[in-house]
């Protein structure tokens, strides 16, 4: 997450948009609505990598290594993808401009028509309607949150996150989904100190500008889509672990979570959108997992 600095440099957070704050409400409704409408049955067909590369067991699987590997692959690409994404915009802006709006749109598309199918939402029964509904729809998400900031580019960002995220929760095995939090909320902290994501510090608010979709941009914030898609993910685990009164404290935290982070951006210009919110989120699952 990062400050959207103001044309003379200085901190605007809390200043004057009200879509900052509103940001995780929108995802937060919108997640639940996904959740109670378009919650998929267990994938058809095996899960490819590098979303699932081992099978996790049915039983004990915090004593299989499978669900700690599953974890690294998946971070291993989105390290390296997160890299290969830096370089390029520092060295063709408008190809990382074109390939932001692209992924933009793939994601909810593809998101949206996932869920559609797996639930037999079809519009009108017909597969090309559904296709062509999903993919208007991530056009015009993907419009918004390019062409536009404020309140409709969190309620963009927020569609495309909620329903990433139950995606994500949909296909990832339960203990794999935890151990990701976890390591996600690691990982975050790392590449925002000295990883890539230490690249985007200093960035003007013309350069936030080429690579929204990657980010969602509020008049004084940005939030990572990644990290919208992350919590949507944990509220989505924690109904499929647990139970709504645990999926609804989980996402209690991870609101709080982000305020706190937001509560932080006053002091640095840069501070991870992961760690606070999946941090909390992964004790509450924990505690609700493997206490008596």
Request: with cysteine.
């Amino acid at each position: 997450m990062s400050d959207v600095p103001e044309r003379s440099g200085r901190s605007a957070v809390f200043r004057s948009d009200p879509a900052t704050l509103l940001l995780p409400l929108f995802l937060s409704a919108i997640t639940w609505s996904a959740i109670t409408f378009l919650s998929p049955a267990p994938p058809p067909f095996r899960t490819l990598p590098p979303v699932v590369t081992f099978e996790e067991p049915a039983t004990s699987p915090e004593v299989s290594s499978a669900p700690y590997l599953n974890a690294v692959v998946l971070l291993i690409a989105v390290g390296v993808s997160g890299v290969l994404f830096v370089v390029v915009l520092r060295k063709r802006p408008s190809l990382a401009s074109v390939l932001s709006a692209a992924l933009y749109l793939i994601v909810t598309g593809s998101s949206m028509s996932y869920l559609l199918l797996s639930t037999d939402h079809l519009v009108a029964g017909s597969l090309t309607l559904t296709l062509f509904l999903s993919f208007g729809i991530g056009a015009l998400c993907t419009y918004l949150v390019r062409r536009r900031t404020g309140l409709l580019a969190a309620l963009s960002g927020s569609i495309t996150g909620a329903f990433g995220g139950l995606v994500i929760a949909s296909v990832v095995p339960p203990f794999t989904s935890m151990v990701l939090m976890g390591v996600a909320a690691l990982f975050d902290l790392l590449m925002v100190w000295k990883g890539y994501l230490s690249a985007m510090k200093g960035m003007r608010a013309e350069d936030f500008r080429t690579i929204r979709g990657m980010v969602v941009e509020m008049r004084d914030a940005s939030v990572g889509l990644g990290d919208l898609i992350f919590y949507a993910m944990a509220v989505s685990v924690a109904v499929k672990l647990a139970d709504a009164f645990t999926a609804v404290a989980v996402n209690a935290v991870i609101v709080a979570g982000y305020y706190t982070t937001l509560l932080l951006l006053r002091r640095w210009d840069q501070v991870p959108g992961l760690s606070i919110p999946l941090g909390l989120s992964l004790l509450l699952l924990l505690l609700r997992s493997y206490l008596p």
